[in-house]
């Protein structure tokens, strides 16, 4: 499935508890069974944090068969996963664990695909013009998939940046000539998943297994694994772990600003749709950029992480940015920027979205018809239709996807009307009968 | 002076509260949805979220709550906003940028910044504001579906 998500038809029981957590209104049951509208779909997650059933799971990489694999695979981690363990969130300690365990961590790959996209909008942001601000980044796939499905205006704000974990596979595959091997990603959540299998700006992602943080902390758990040595100095290489935490691009970005550069940094659905829709009133002048996380604190709460993500925002923040940067890794980013190896390969569309009806008279018809089966509705959003609204309801009845029996108080209603003609037709009388009811 | 009754057909209208800041944009994001089940391009809808936005701020604001109704026909939305506040006493310094009367406790709160009107100009093809003083006034903002001129289908005169 495209969402990064799978559901378990056995596990189901029709609840309608994920379908009203869906910010995006995707989510249906038709006959005891979830469905999952795609194009309406973000792989936020929410679903699976609701679900109480454990009807609804991730749709990552079977880990036997990649563990299982004897060639040591490339592995490029969401930086989310440093931040999982007792220890601080150094790469170079997680590095020689997962060596252990057979992978070949491309961490020096990601620590400059990291930087490099930092500078790469750093440089986009000093020369914009500012009527074209704020650029959004588009690091979160979620967000990303909301604005082109709910703000298909704002477009043209993206970044032109393609997230850096793509990037570092690129890189990695391009330096060692290695383009026979499978890579695989740890993800933090649905949309990280979603990235490999569907991705957005480039035809097709460079990774081809995706696992999921928690998974893979757990294999590191439960092999008793453990530091090697005392976490390093901060250094160059560990800059991109602070990107698991609200505010880590923004401020990797500041590092390369020419002009003082406003940022802003966002996370949470609520905050995220309420910026998008100050963005879309162009009432943020000013901004330049805008760290849009769909998850609370960023990527470290995702839900597809092991950790607290208080705990693991408190590791981060504990862990020095390095800051400086010296003259030799400055030449490598712009020989690297040059290259344009940052860029997405492809230009972001929107996801267009059914509208009422195939001209604007039909949908105008259709809409007023909406209006007048609204009215007929309860307004009580219970979901026992399996929408998530009256609204909603309303609106695949016009679509001639519902009927309005399947609202069960209108069901109740006719019940009511109908046994009430079937005691008025009881008391007729037939021409036999005389009026004091004797046959 | 309910203009809606002169001017059919509407789709959409709204009641805007005086001094409901918690509400404000809900008409704004609404109308857009209803634009946008509508198959209209998004540059149009943004139009009209911007122009509803800050009609239902002015009557937020200053009208002490108003009316806010969409209107859909031809070639043209037309936004319409009417309040019974005490009017605006001089539209052309209204209309300037910065200009504001709105009081302190307001501009406090990051409303009230004189972009109201200008903002609603630039975003709307074409303007009409009625007003007087101590009656209240009455916005018409039109959005050209086609902006570059040319005649688009009349095919929702018939509804």
């Given at each position: 499935m495209p969402h990064g998500i799978k559901i378990s038809g056995e596990s189901c029981r029709g609840c309608v508890n994920c379908i009203k957590a869906c910010p995006t209104e995707a989510m249906r049951v038709i006959h005891g069974q979830l469905h999952i509208i795609d194009e309406r779909?973000?792989?936020?997650?929410e679903c699976l944090r609701i679900c109480r059933h454990r009807a609804i799971s991730l749709e990552e990489s079977e880990w036997n068969s990649i563990a299982a694999d004897n060639r040591s695979m490339p592995l490029v981690t969401d930086p989310a996963l440093c931040t999982q363990f007792s220890w601080p969130p150094d790469p170079g300690i997680l590095k020689d664990i997962l060596m252990d365990i057979g992978f070949e961590p491309i961490f020096e790959d990601a620590a400059l695909a990291f930087d490099l996209a930092a500078m790469a909008q750093a440089r986009i942001l000093d020369e914009h013009d500012s009527r074209e601000l704020p650029m959004i980044s588009t690091y979160c796939p979620s967000v990303v998939r909301l604005i082109q499905i709910r703000f298909p205006e704002l477009i043209h704000n993206l970044s032109p940046a393609e997230t850096p974990l793509e990037t570092s596979v690129d890189l990695w595959r391009t330096r060692?000539?290695?383009?026979d091997i499978p890579s695989t990603l740890v993800a933090p959540c649905p949309a990280r998943i979603t990235m490999a299998i569907r991705p957005v700006g480039r035809e097709t992602s460079s990774i081809d297994n995706v696992v999921s943080t928690a998974r893979v902390a757990k294999e590191i758990l439960s092999k008793n694994c453990s530091p090697s040595r005392e976490s390093t100095i901060p250094g160059r290489d560990s800059r991109w772990v602070h990107w698991s935490v609200s505010g880590g691009e923004a401020g990797h970005i500041r590092m390369f600003e020419k002009r003082p550069l406003k940022t802003l940094a966002v996370s949470g659905l609520r905050n995220v749709v309420g910026i998008l829709q100050e963005i879309e009133l162009r009432r943020l002048k000013g901004v330049d950029f805008i760290e849009a996380r769909m998850c609370d604190m960023g990527c470290i709460g995702g839900i597809a992480n092991a950790e607290s993500p208080f705990l693991s925002r408190l590791k981060v923040e504990d862990y020095p940015f390095a800051r400086e940067i010296d003259k030799e890794e400055m030449a490598i980013l712009e020989d690297l920027y040059q290259a344009g190896v940052w860029k997405l390969q492809q230009e972001i569309l929107p996801i267009e979205q059914i509208p009422l009806g195939k001209d604007m008279a039909k949908a105008m018809e259709k809409l007023s018809e909406l209006q007048s089966v609204y009215a007929e509705?309860?307004?009580?959003?219970?979901?026992?239709?399996?929408?998530?609204?009256c609204r909603v309801m309303a609106e695949d009845i016009v679509r001639g996807e519902a009927s309005l029996d399947d609202c069960i108080f209108r069901l109740r209603k006719r019940m009511g009307d109908l046994s009430q003609e079937l005691n008025e037709l009881s008391k007729r009388f037939v021409h036999t009968m005389t009026p004091e009811g004797k046959e | 002076m309910n203009p809606l009754s002169r001017q059919e057909p509407y789709v959409i209208q709204r009641e805007v509260k005086p001094l409901d800041f918690l509400a404000a944009g809900e008409t704004a994001s609404d109308f857009k949805e209803t634009l946008k089940s509508l198959g209209i391009p998004p540059e149009i809808c943004r139009k009209a979220s911007i122009v509803t936005y800050e009609a239902e701020m002015n009557a937020v604001i200053h009208g002490g709550g108003g009316i806010i109704a969409l209107e859909l026909a031809g070639d043209r939305i037309t936004i319409v906003a009417s309040d019974e506040g005490p009017g605006i006493e001089n539209v052309s310094l209204a209309m300037q940028e910065g200009y504001t009367t709105a009081p302190d406790s307001i501009r406090e709160l990051g409303f009230g910044a004189g972009m109201g009107l200008p903002n609603i100009k630039k975003y709307s093809d074409e303007l009409e504001i009625e007003t007087e003083l101590g009656k209240g006034t009455t916005l018409r903002a039109v959005i050209l579906l086609d902006p570059s001129g040319e005649e688009v289908s009349d095919l929702c005169r018939t509804v």
């Open positions: 779909c973000i792989a936020c997650g060692h000539n290695r383009y509705l309860p307004h009580l959003d219970c979901g026992t239709c399996g929408r998530p609204t | -």
